[in-house]
């Protein structure tokens, strides 16, 4: 029976997941070996065809790109990566749905070695199939134990990081005990969502756990939960960026046919300008290389306001105050950002070589990025005080070549990264499109150019950077994070779960709720202040 290119794709994707899964049983140390057989009772769920038909379809390539480290090569910007940057306009004619991407997922960063490995058994495929492969080579489920831990401290560690001494600020010292709580408790859920797809050959992604635990009705719950805190983000980076060039250039201004723009809202705008382009493309694999700077990027940052802080002896100034509780759900909400990286956690996990080190990744990545956390929190705190700003990039002194650096890489870094982190929720939109529109150009322009200028006017709507953070972390990433996980837990493996794995999880449940409502509570009523004055 003759099979096309895109059949013969499936069927290689299929066979490296199955080879993935043997592999996580021959390894694993055998604590939760139990949980494999599970889906066996889990039939009434879901059928399995149905998590790689429903929508969202584009999940999986578009959070690898979004969350990637794309493996370093000789020949990463050569002429195929250039060629592919250059039709990338005029490939959005072509839908962004399965049809239309690449067949096997994009990577999440590999080794080289074990993907040359995986080149050898693709020889006897047909010539085409052959050549697409080749192609798209880098995606197999090859990444290494340290390649795995970049990708997810470069998930982890973001913009968050720059609002942990406002954090503190708003919640007191004692607030950081809220920082190391949640790092354990996200630890865990974390494990809870391998337990997860380990219960069934077919799921690979977190909306695919929502549709195993709570059918069809838990896909979309979770898909638009997970889209809305891209969507956020994407606005974050719009505040941020007006935030810090109108720190650096506070008398710029626009005036035109009576329309007088001030520093904020002109960089605002021009941020979203420049960006659009970038939006625009199909093929965001260049900016994925070029966002692979994130983790070294927010290493410079902190590294910068250490160097301010001890070396050009601008110093410690405060004491600090020990707990702050009429501002405390703000704090609350601003830490569980931190943690806001479990939609990528089931991509890491699904492409690594050796699976059952994955609780070793999540150890090792917590670990980075809780102590990174707390030591820029303790050191920002500790030198600005009752003035920490939401950003503390906008307390450094500007006349200090630290401070330039701080503030310039908080600047450069989200023009990479916007695009990655909106093109997920614009894909998701194209599916939605008839199939007689879903292949215009126009309509998937329209729908990015909306999605980008959206963004600029509910940053200009709302522009406290630290107070959206909070909400975001607080309402979003509370149900990513803390609520969804155990509760996915419990509904897919009901049956094999401890009485101790049941109150664990109902006790995270409860502490995610408790900590959403009232850091979803504080910190629209601080917007809504703000608002009004």
């Known amino acids: 029976?003759?099979?096309?290119?895109?059949?013969?794709?499936?069927?290689?994707?299929?066979?490296?997941?199955?080879?993935?899964?043997?592999?996580?049983?021959?390894?694993?140390?055998?604590?939760?070996?139990?949980?494999?057989?599970?889906?066996?009772?889990?039939?009434?769920?879901?059928?399995?065809?149905?998590?790689?038909?429903?929508?969202?379809?584009?999940?999986?390539?578009?959070?690898?790109?979004?969350g990637s480290l794309p493996s370093p090569s000789p020949g990463f910007l050569g002429n195929s990566s250039l060629s592919r940057f250059e039709s990338s306009f005029s490939s959005l004619t072509r839908r962004h749905t399965p049809e239309s991407l690449p067949a096997v997922r994009k990577p999440l960063l590999v080794d080289e070695e074990a993907a040359k490995r995986k080149r050898s058994s693709h020889s006897l495929l047909p010539s085409k199939a052959s050549s697409r492969v080749s192609h798209e080579m880098g995606i197999s489920n090859d990444s290494s134990f340290g390649q795995a831990v970049l990708n997810g401290v470069n998930v982890l560690c973001g913009v968050g990081i720059l609002s942990t001494p406002y954090a503190v600020k708003e919640g007191g010292w004692l607030g950081l005990l809220i920082l190391f709580a949640f790092g354990v408790l996200c630890f865990y859920t974390g494990l809870l969502l391998r337990y997860c797809l380990d219960s069934h050959p077919d799921l690979q992604t977190y909306p695919d756990i929502g549709h195993a635990a709570f059918g069809t009705t838990g896909r979309i719950l979770v898909s638009v939960i997970l889209y809305l805190e891209l969507y956020a983000m994407s606005v974050e980076y719009i505040i941020l960026e007006s935030d810090n060039l109108s720190s650096l250039f506070p008398n710029a201004a626009l005036s035109i046919g009576g329309f007088h723009l001030d520093a904020p809202h002109l960089f605002a705008l021009l941020t979203t300008i420049a960006v659009l382009p970038t939006v625009w493309l199909r093929d965001l694999s260049i900016l994925s290389y070029i966002s692979a700077g994130g983790v070294i990027a927010?290493?410079?940052?902190?590294?910068?306001?250490?160097?301010?802080?001890?070396?050009?002896?601008?110093?410690?100034?405060?004491?600090?105050?020990?707990?702050?509780?009429?501002?405390?759900?703000?704090?609350?909400?601003?830490?569980?950002?931190?943690?806001?990286?479990?939609?990528?956690?089931?991509?890491?996990?699904?492409?690594m070589a050796k699976p059952s080190q994955f609780p070793a990744v999540l150890v090792t990545c917590f670990g980075i990025c809780t102590l990174m956390y707390a030591g820029v929190a303790v050191m920002g705190y500790s030198m600005f005080g009752e003035s920490t700003e939401s950003q503390f990039t906008l307390n450094l002194p500007q006349d200090l070549v630290a401070s330039k650096i701080a503030l310039w890489t908080t600047v450069v870094s989200p023009f990479t990264k916007y695009a990655l982190t909106l093109s997920p929720v614009a894909m998701s939109l194209e599916e939605l499109l008839p199939s007689n529109h879903g292949k215009s150009r126009f309509y998937a322009i329209a729908i990015r150019s909306a999605l980008a200028f959206s963004t600029l006017l509910v940053g200009l709507a709302i522009p406290f950077f630290g107070l959206v953070m909070s909400l975001i972390g607080s309402f979003l990433t509370m149900l990513i994070t803390l609520i969804l996980p155990p509760a996915c837990f419990l509904s897919i493996l009901r049956t094999k779960v401890t009485p101790t794995q049941v109150a664990l999880c109902v006790v995270i449940i409860t502490v995610g709720a408790v900590c959403s409502a009232m850091g979803t509570y504080s910190a629209l009523s601080k917007i809504i202040e703000k608002l009004n004055t």
């Not at 003759?2 to 996580?24: I, V």
């Not at 049983?25 to 057989?37: C, L, P, R, T, V």
């Not at 250490?306 to 509780?325: A, C, M, Q, R, Y």
């Open 1 to 66: 029976m003759n099979h096309s290119s895109s059949d013969q794709s499936l069927y290689l994707e299929s066979d490296g997941e199955d080879e993935r899964k043997n592999l996580a049983e021959e390894e694993d140390d055998g604590a939760f070996s139990d949980y494999s057989d599970v889906h066996n009772q889990n039939q009434n769920h879901s059928k399995p065809n149905s998590y790689s038909t429903a929508w969202p379809k584009s999940y999986r390539q578009s959070i690898d790109l979004y």
């Open 298 to 351: 927010s290493v410079l940052v902190v590294l910068c306001l250490f160097w301010v802080g001890l070396i050009d002896e601008v110093g410690i100034h405060s004491k600090g105050t020990p707990l702050n509780l009429a501002t405390l759900p703000v704090s609350v909400g601003l830490y569980g950002y931190c943690y806001s990286g479990h939609g990528v956690f089931p991509n890491i996990y699904t492409s």
